[in-house]
């Protein structure tokens, strides 16, 4: 029967349903009707419900039986003689008794979209699929806000039909789940598919089973299946009872079916997938809660694990983060030592929680195993850049060694020990600590209490550290809203403070209560217990009195609690609404604005506030020179550090940076304000730029042409902001103002203020005093090596296109290399080319860079046109030249035609070039092709830019 006869026409119903939904039930009488009335409430006519009760002790099957009376021919009940203890035997007999042409499974806490069935079946008729998947969305129904994730949305982003599941292998890896799916019955019960019994994670090993059977497999991009989750609920799923080892051996035995059917499916691929999958997801979700778990527990653990993990092929875990390769391995040698505090770092992100070793110029997780080769793979944590951080940036590991009751007096005595990875705080450092409590209630501020440590010391790898803490007599919780409070230490090294959580690592460690005075009311709580975060770190949380807990209780489940809690939650909706983009947006417009503006204001910025560098900084900087009289603002993202004292400093976004701008008599930045913010007449926009143009932008890239109408006359707006934009070559004018359609009264052909210092360096005799700074030798040659950026997006971590180890090797006694990423990127230097190789990314302000080097090594990147105009080598590395510039958006000339000086492809090719000729010879050779370069790309660069503004614009505020 064609497809749309089967959605439309209802005669199907008494021959036989189009499809059967299998429901099943355990001991859940309340929800039932609620999945069931959802398959009654589907858009596709001719849907049969199969009632299937696992022997419930509640009143399931009574309901079920109510509800099969109350629809004949449409719902049908049956009871399983006794419980199976899982999903595999209710859901065979389900599909045993099922009529339908097709099969869908659902749980009875869980719901079908209202049109699952319709596109389950038209999907199916259309593409004669064995097996049509669809989108699941998990909704967790005890969250406030209802909070709804989609499951792995990626693979069901648009409708395709695989012949073979090894078309996608994510599919089998990640969607493992049975009930959003669709199967047509005769394609089971011919190839004899039929859930695993007396086992959990049945879903894994069907889901497995019927996507390597199927001929074809259709996904559709629509909602088919609510999976609803309680994270609060006391009784957890099958699959979320971690804290019992059988369902580890599960979890195991089940994975062993699965690599069996793909092994003997011949299926490598698939299983391979599936091992990085394991390594990175399953082992993970039982590794978190081994620091919660016994000794015997941990040693079960690790006997069922191991076997498996031998199984897995070695090259999967160099597809994983590091520190899942690290606990995997640990775990396979059973070194709990090591194990445990890695599992932290796999908990915390980026806490640092080994003491880590350095072997050859490597950094590694432990000392432990390096004579494995495998190990020293695994374990080298070199890329992750441990090494190159300073203490205030690294997030230590502070283990909890002992908690003390002293006699129920509300003091605690309390120690532990602090990691000191690579010895990173250094033996004759002075120490000294303080701890800190602070409610757990994220965007509001409570009161902190703060308690001095009173013992801090050096132990080996690590700080150890003593402290009684008056708990009972220094903190002072309101009550209700401040029910739980989170303790941290700060660690003071010769001033400099880095802060630690506490890790309760050992099992019933910090135990017992503390008299505590609300204040509010002692009815809210007496006391405060010692309580362990999911994170692993020590909590407390407030508990009421035994005698009144009930008369609490009712209260804040009553008017007078709801009343309170609504009121903090208003409170704090407000408050978000009032500090909101769109509010302030609305704040900068109608309030701000309305102020006169004030004369002599001046509102810096560079690269959106994350450095005091570049043209912005030249002009203050000559505005100071001379003595201007003005108000200077900076704005700054993160911490202001390197920011002038001389000016104020105002946080991108904050009122008093949205006030500045509404009221300065100039704007000077070199990228953009924010594009929503309106200029007022009164304000003068001096658009400095960053950067001749290689690549296409603006209005000449495909994507700007692609933009509607709308979106563009929106972008042109912001453009249309400046009211001067400095130039400082006529291919300047041909591209950057062409793309950004600028007027031609809006050009300033003045050159680049920050390229000043560069046309003054050029006659320069001395190094600046950057090298002393930087330790560099003066019988060795500087290098740069200054690449571009390669993707949008947040910071990364930079892979260099060389071995820098290599080039240190061969090129250290005659050269240092300074690598210098992109302010968007971050890069990671191994310990073995210390003093040969330099990171030198946190140097906010290229210039002084560029003025230091002798050569610079770069791709496309802008530093070319500046670095020019000091007449000195150059040697241009574009290794993905096709990937970058042929399917990229395009460049407004070749620069493989045009570059001054040798254009390497490969690794090999730089080294090459570096050791056939010296830095002099260069020079000599391609003095001609960079005085061309020079004049096409900087005539206007002639070391009086910042000078030159500053007579045009600011010449009337010199101090008479």
Same mark, same amino acid.
């Given at each position: 029967?064609?497809?749309?006869?089967?959605?439309?026409?209802?005669?199907?119903?008494?021959?036989?349903?189009?499809?059967?939904?299998?429901?099943?039930?355990?001991?859940?009488?309340?929800?039932?009707?609620?999945?069931?009335?959802?398959?009654?409430?589907?858009?596709?006519?001719?849907?049969?419900?199969?009632?299937?009760?696992?022997?419930?002790?509640?009143?399931?099957?009574?309901?079920?039986?109510?509800?099969?009376?109350?629809?004949?021919?449409?719902?049908?009940?049956?009871?399983?003689?006794?419980?199976?203890?899982?999903?595999?035997?209710?859901?065979?007999?389900?599909?045993?008794?099922?009529?339908?042409?097709?099969?869908?499974?659902?749980?009875?806490?869980?719901?079908?979209?209202?049109?699952?069935?319709?596109?389950?079946?038209?999907?199916?008729?259309?593409?004669?699929?064995?097996?049509?998947?669809?989108?699941?969305?998990?909704?967790?129904?005890?969250?406030?806000?209802?909070?709804?994730?989609?499951?792995?949305?990626?693979?069901?982003?648009?409708?395709?039909?695989?012949?073979?599941?090894?078309?996608?292998?994510?599919?089998?890896?990640?969607?493992?789940?049975?009930?959003?799916?669709?199967?047509?019955?005769?394609?089971?019960?011919?190839?004899?598919?039929?859930?695993?019994?007396?086992?959990?994670?049945?879903?894994?090993?069907?889901?497995?089973?019927?996507?390597?059977?199927?001929?074809?497999?259709?996904?559709?991009?629509?909602?088919?299946?609510?999976?609803?989750?309680?994270?609060?609920?006391?009784?957890?799923?099958?699959?979320?009872?971690?804290?019992?080892?059988?369902?580890?051996?599960?979890?195991?035995?089940?994975?062993?079916?699965?690599?069996?059917?793909?092994?003997?499916?011949?299926?490598?691929?698939?299983?391979?997938?599936?091992?990085?999958?394991?390594?990175?997801?399953?082992?993970?979700?039982?590794?978190?809660?081994?620091?919660?778990?016994?000794?015997?527990?941990?040693?079960?653990?690790?006997?069922?694990?191991?076997?498996?993990?031998?199984?897995?092929?070695?090259?999967?875990?160099?597809?994983?983060?590091?520190?899942?390769?690290?606990?995997?391995?640990?775990?396979?040698?059973?070194?709990?030592?090591?194990?445990?505090?890695?599992?932290?770092?796999?908990?915390?992100?980026?806490?640092?929680?080994?003491?880590?070793?350095?072997?050859?110029?490597?950094?590694?997780?432990?000392?432990?195993?390096?004579?494995?080769?495998?190990?020293?793979?695994?374990?080298?944590?070199?890329?992750?850049?441990?090494?190159?951080?300073?203490?205030?940036?690294?997030?230590?590991?502070?283990?909890?060694?002992?908690?003390?009751?002293?006699?129920?007096?509300?003091?605690?005595?309390?120690? +532990?020990?602090?990691?000191? &990875?690579?010895?990173?705080?250094?033996? !004759?450092? *002075?120490?000294?600590? %303080? /701890?800190?409590?602070? =409610?757990?209630?994220?965007?509001?501020?409570?009161?902190?209490?703060?308690?001095?440590?009173?013992?801090?010391?050096?132990?080996?790898?690590?700080?150890?550290?003593?402290?009684?803490?008056?708990?009972?007599?220094?903190?002072?919780?309101?009550?209700?809203?401040?029910?739980?409070?989170?303790?941290?230490?700060?660690?003071?090294?010769?001033?400099?403070?880095?802060?630690?959580?506490?890790?309760?690592?050992?099992?019933?460690?910090?135990?017992?209560?503390?008299?505590?005075?609300?204040?509010?009311?002692?009815?809210?709580?007496?006391?405060?217990?010692?309580?362990?975060?999911?994170?692993?770190?020590?909590?407390?949380?407030?508990?009421?009195?035994?005698?009144?807990?009930?008369?609490?209780?009712? +209260?804040?489940?009553?008017? &007078?609690?709801?009343?309170?809690?609504? !009121?903090? *939650?208003?409170?704090? %909706? /407000?408050?978000?609404? =009032?500090?909101?983009?769109?509010?302030?947006?609305?704040?900068?417009?109608?309030?701000?604005?309305?102020?006169?503006?004030?004369?002599?204001?001046?509102?810096?910025?560079?690269?959106?506030?994350?450095?005091?560098?570049?043209?912005?900084?030249?002009?203050?900087?000559?505005?100071?020179?001379?003595?201007?009289?003005?108000?200077?603002?900076?704005?700054?993202?993160?911490?202001?550090?390197?920011?002038?004292?001389?000016?104020?400093?105002?946080?991108?976004?904050?009122?008093?940076?949205?006030?500045?701008?509404?009221?300065?008599?100039?704007?000077?930045?070199?990228?953009?304000?924010?594009?929503?913010?309106?200029?007022?007449?009164?304000?003068?926009?001096?658009?400095?730029?960053?950067?001749?143009?290689?690549?296409?932008?603006?209005?000449?890239?495909?994507?700007?042409?692609?933009?509607?109408?709308?979106?563009?006359?929106?972008?042109?707006?912001?453009?249309?902001?400046?009211?001067?934009?400095?130039?400082?070559?006529?291919?300047?004018?041909?591209?950057?103002?062409?793309?950004?359609?600028?007027?031609?009264?809006?050009?300033?052909?003045?050159?680049?203020?920050?390229?000043?210092?560069?046309?003054?360096?050029?006659?320069?005799?001395?190094?600046?005093?950057?090298?002393?700074?930087?330790?560099?030798?003066?019988?060795?040659?500087?290098?740069?090596?200054?690449?571009?950026?390669?993707?949008?997006?947040?910071?990364?971590?930079?892979?260099?296109?060389?071995?820098?180890?290599?080039?240190?090797?061969?090129?250290?006694?005659?050269?240092?290399?300074?690598?210098?990423?992109?302010?968007?990127?971050?890069?990671?230097?191994?310990?073995?080319?210390?003093?040969?190789?330099?990171?030198?990314?946190?140097?906010?302000?290229?210039?002084?860079?560029?003025?230091?080097?002798?050569?610079?090594?770069?791709?496309?990147?802008?530093?070319?046109?500046?670095?020019?105009?000091?007449?000195?080598?150059?040697?241009?590395?574009?290794?993905?030249?096709?990937?970058?510039?042929?399917?990229?958006?395009?460049?407004?000339?070749?620069?493989?035609?045009?570059?001054?000086?040798?254009?390497?492809?490969?690794?090999?090719?730089?080294?090459?070039?570096?050791?056939?000729?010296?830095?002099?010879?260069?020079?000599?050779?391609?003095?001609?092709?960079?005085?061309?370069?020079?004049?096409?790309?900087?005539?206007?660069?002639?070391?009086?830019?910042?000078?030159?503004?500053?007579?045009?614009?600011?010449?009337?505020?010199?101090?008479?």
């Amino acid at each position: 029967m064609k497809v749309e006869q089967r959605l439309q026409s209802g005669k199907t119903e008494s021959v036989r349903p189009a499809m059967s939904v299998v429901v099943i039930v355990y001991n859940d009488e309340a929800r039932l009707p609620t999945a069931v009335r959802s398959v009654l409430a589907q858009t596709l006519r001719g849907v049969e419900v199969v009632i299937v009760d696992d022997h419930s002790t509640d009143g399931s099957y009574t309901v079920a039986r109510r509800l099969a009376d109350e629809h004949p021919g449409r719902v049908r009940a049956y009871r399983l003689p006794e419980n199976s203890g899982g999903c595999g035997a209710p859901r065979n007999r389900g599909l045993r008794e099922a009529r339908g042409g097709y099969v869908v499974f659902l749980d009875s806490d869980d719901v079908l979209d209202r049109n699952a069935c319709r596109n389950f079946l038209e999907a199916a008729e259309t593409t004669g699929a064995d097996l049509v998947s669809g989108l699941c969305v998990r909704v967790h129904v005890d969250s406030r806000t209802g909070k709804r994730v989609k499951w792995y949305p990626w693979l069901y982003a648009r409708t395709r039909t695989l012949d073979a599941i090894s078309e996608l292998p994510d599919l089998l890896v990640y969607d493992t789940l049975s009930t959003n799916k669709c199967y047509r019955r005769a394609f089971l019960i011919e190839r004899g598919l039929d859930f695993p019994v007396g086992i959990h994670y049945e879903d894994l090993l069907f889901s497995a089973q019927a996507y390597v059977a199927a001929d074809r497999i259709t996904l559709i991009p629509n909602r088919v299946y609510e999976w609803h989750v309680e994270d609060k609920s006391a009784a957890k799923s099958i699959s979320n009872r971690r804290s019992e080892i059988a369902n580890f051996a599960h979890r195991m035995e089940i994975h062993r079916r699965v690599d069996q059917l793909l092994a003997d499916r011949g299926l490598l691929e698939l299983k391979f997938c599936k091992d990085v999958k394991f390594l990175k997801h399953d082992l993970v979700l039982h590794l978190r809660d081994l620091p919660f778990r016994d000794a015997c527990y941990r040693q079960e653990f690790a006997a069922l694990a191991r076997p498996y993990l031998a199984s897995i092929d070695p090259t999967a875990y160099d597809e994983v983060e590091p520190i899942h390769a690290i606990c995997a391995y640990l775990l396979r040698m059973s070194d709990w030592d090591n194990l445990l505090p890695a599992v932290d770092t796999l908990t915390n992100g980026d806490k640092v929680s080994a003491p880590l070793t350095e072997q050859g110029g490597r950094v590694y997780w432990c000392a432990e195993h390096l004579d494995d080769p495998f190990a020293r793979r695994v374990l080298d944590v070199t890329e992750l850049g441990y090494h190159a951080k300073p203490v205030e940036r690294l997030f230590l590991r502070n283990e909890l060694l002992s908690y003390v009751d002293l006699g129920g007096r509300g003091r605690v005595r309390l120690a +532990g020990r602090i990691t000191n &990875p690579l010895g990173v705080i250094p033996p !004759g450092a *002075r120490l000294t600590a %303080a /701890l800190e409590f602070y =409610a757990r209630r994220p965007g509001v501020r409570f009161q902190t209490f703060r308690l001095p440590v009173a013992t801090v010391r050096h132990e080996g790898p690590y700080v150890v550290w003593e402290a009684t803490a008056d708990i009972s007599g220094t903190l002072r919780p309101l009550g209700i809203v401040d029910a739980v409070w989170d303790v941290r230490l700060h660690l003071y090294v010769d001033g400099t403070r880095t802060t630690t959580r506490l890790t309760a690592s050992q099992p019933g460690l910090a135990t017992g209560s503390l008299p505590i005075r609300p204040r509010l009311t002692r009815l809210v709580a007496d006391r405060i217990e010692p309580q362990v975060s999911a994170r692993g770190h020590l909590a407390f949380r407030l508990v009421p009195d035994k005698r009144a807990g009930a008369l609490v209780e009712r +209260g804040l489940r009553g008017a &007078p609690g709801r009343l309170a809690k609504s !009121g903090y *939650r208003r409170a704090k %909706a /407000l408050r978000k609404r =009032a500090t909101s983009g769109d509010a302030k947006i609305r704040l900068y417009h109608e309030m701000f604005q309305r102020l006169p503006v004030r004369k002599r204001l001046v509102v810096f910025e560079s690269h959106l506030g994350k450095q005091y560098s570049d043209s912005p900084r030249a002009i203050y900087e000559e505005m100071r020179r001379q003595d201007l009289d003005f108000e200077a603002v900076w704005s700054y993202t993160g911490a202001p550090e390197g920011f002038p004292a001389d000016a104020t400093l105002v946080r991108r976004w904050s009122l008093p940076y949205l006030r500045a701008l509404a009221r300065a008599e100039y704007w000077i930045d070199n990228q953009s304000y924010p594009l929503k913010l309106a200029k007022r007449p009164g304000t003068t926009y001096i658009q400095t730029w960053h950067g001749s143009a290689l690549k296409r932008m603006g209005f000449d890239e495909s994507e700007w042409k692609l933009k509607s109408r709308a979106e563009q006359a929106e972008q042109q707006r912001t453009l249309d902001r400046f009211d001067h934009f400095l130039i400082r070559s006529e291919h300047d004018v041909r591209t950057l103002a062409k793309a950004f359609r600028l007027k031609e009264k809006v050009l300033l052909r003045v050159g680049y203020p920050r390229n000043d210092a560069l046309v003054a360096a050029r006659q320069a005799s001395e190094r600046p005093p950057l090298s002393h700074e930087l330790g560099l030798a003066a019988d060795k040659k500087v290098l740069l090596y200054a690449p571009t950026f390669r993707k949008s997006g947040r910071r990364r971590r930079f892979a260099l296109p060389f071995d820098v180890a290599r080039f240190a090797r061969e090129f250290g006694d005659e050269y240092v290399l300074l690598v210098r990423a992109h302010y968007l990127d971050h890069v990671v230097l191994p310990p073995s080319v210390r003093g040969r190789v330099i990171d030198v990314s946190a140097h906010h302000d290229v210039t002084p860079l560029l003025a230091l080097a002798d050569a610079l090594i770069t791709d496309y990147s802008s530093v070319m046109f500046d670095y020019a105009l000091l007449d000195r080598p150059m040697f241009f590395f574009p290794y993905d030249y096709e990937e970058y510039v042929l399917e990229g958006r395009g460049t407004y000339f070749d620069l493989l035609e045009r570059a001054p000086g040798p254009v390497v492809r490969t690794e090999d090719e730089l080294h090459a070039v570096l050791t056939s000729s010296s830095l002099d010879e260069q020079t000599v050779k391609y003095a001609a092709a960079r005085e061309r370069f020079v004049s096409d790309f900087g005539e206007y660069d002639r070391g009086t830019a910042a000078a030159s503004i500053v007579d045009q614009f600011f010449s009337e505020w010199r101090r008479k």
